[in-house]
């Protein structure tokens, strides 16, 4: 006879996934999924609608958005840089200002999601 502590935790077999939960999907397998994981970020929308008005610099961005950190911001630029939201305007001189502005293809973004809003609005409404 064996004593229970004498036993390999190899030997305990985990119990079956259920079957009624959707198989994992990385990430890229859904482009929707993706890009709604992105958009919820906490800063990345808000950092579009702020641009969507005017081009602006880093520290202008940064009194616009209370609670964001100089870190996290210039982080979320970044990643909208990579999505071809948003470009990063250099102007010659010094000193050098540079400001970020949103490009075509995030203002059909902001199309959409002005869409949305316009439609949460009327679903809200008793």
Known sequence: MTSPSTESPR??????????????????????????AFLGHRWNALVLWHLNAAALRHGELMALLPGITAKVLSERLTALQRRGLVRREVAAGFPRAVRYAVTQRARGLL???????????QALRP
């Open 11 to 36: 030997s305990v077999a985990a119990a079956p996934a259920p079957l009624d939960l959707p198989a994992p999907v990385p990430p890229r397998a859904c482009p929707v999924e993706d890009w709604l």
């Open 111 to 121: 199309e959409l999601l002005d869409g949305i809003e316009r439609w949460s609005k």
